[in-house]
């Protein structure tokens, strides 16, 4: 029987979740939508949440969903193989694959006549790497980001400071000051912890070390979260991340399996993890070590270039 492809919800092989805090060591904003920059006075306000009575900052799930993507693809690039951009009308199942017939159409005329199985197996065989992770129109993400607040492992809010900075809003094509247009920004102030939470299911051992990989270049300072990035805003840290691991599938040993045939590779956590009520735990330099296995996957798989 032809394996059944990772990126089928059928069956549910595996599950992962990498948790713990961002903490910002620069000045953090994810502003509200929607606002301009151009006229008279204008405050850029960060997006809050109410909590607990509170009007806190947060950082959306979607916003951090965007910053993996991107550097993810960044990564696919270095690795000499490519994906779609993700944007509306330009994902893989929007391009023509036979006879001028959209991956899209196909899938949807296959599931029409009953067919999923083969449907999923076009959908497997020619979307990129990053549609089968973060999901493309009509296909669910395999990964899902939690909103990340500034709240502990139980739930009590955690301290913050919002600040403000004025600017002078410039005219960028000739460079001219807007009037004398003021604008204030606002802004998180360094030290700032948040809790985040991200769920993959079903991915194979070289698609968590791709998310591995972008978790470490976060930590260092490679990939910044929100806006204002190129005036020295939006470095994190990684706190005290965890790993819990459930596999459902046939892995011996506490050696995760290969979820794809020729391409994915075995990883042993036996000498990592701990067991505690069937799930497979690793924290805080464990963790570490764990991302680091996964990300050694990533690098050494012989990734097949569809979707390109
Ligand atoms: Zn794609």
Not at 27 to 46: C, E, F, M, Y
Not at 205 to 212: E, P, Q, T, V
Request: charged share 25%; with cysteine.
């Amino acid at each position: 029987m032809a394996e059944i492809p990772w990126t089928s919800g059928r069956i549910l092989m595996r599950e992962i979740t990498l948790s713990g805090y961002l903490e910002n060591v620069e000045p953090l904003r994810i502003g509200v939508g929607g606002q301009q920059l151009l006229t008279s006075i204008v405050d850029l306000a960060v997006i809050k949440v109410h909590l607990k009575g509170f009007e806190v900052p947060y950082i959306p799930g979607s916003s951090l969903k965007g910053s993996f993507r991107s550097t993810a693809m960044a990564l696919v690039q270095v690795k000499g193989l490519t994906a779609c951009s993700g944007l509306a009308k330009d994902t893989c199942v929007d391009k023509e694959i036979e006879h001028g017939v959209k991956l899209r159409d196909m899938i949807e005329q296959l599931i029409r006549t009953g067919d999923s199985a083969e449907a999923m197996r076009k959908f497997f065989e020619n979307s990129c790497i990053l549609c089968k992770i973060f999901g493309a129109p009509g296909y669910m993400s395999r990964i899902v980001f939690g909103d990340a607040y500034p709240m502990d492992n139980v739930g009590n809010l955690l301290n913050f400071r919002i600040s403000k900075r004025t600017g002078i809003a410039i005219n960028r094509r000739t460079g001219a000051v807007f009037g004398g247009a003021l604008y204030d920004v606002e802004f998180v102030e360094p030290g700032t912890r948040f809790r985040f939470e991200i769920r993959c299911r079903n991915l194979p051992n070289y698609a968590i070390g791709l998310l591995s990989a972008v978790t470490r270049l976060l930590h260092e300072g490679g990939v910044k979260v929100g806006g204002f990035k190129t005036r020295g805003f939006g470095r994190v840290k990684v706190i005290d991340p965890e790993m819990k691991i459930i596999d459902f599938g046939e892995s011996k040993n506490l050696r995760l399996r290969p979820l794809e045939a020729g391409v994915d590779m075995e990883v042993d956590v036996s000498d990592i993890v701990r067991i505690e009520d069937g799930l497979l735990i690793a924290e805080g330099e464990k963790a570490w070590q764990l991302l680091d296995r996964f990300e050694k996957v990533w690098w050494n798989a012989k990734i097949r270039g569809q979707g390109s």
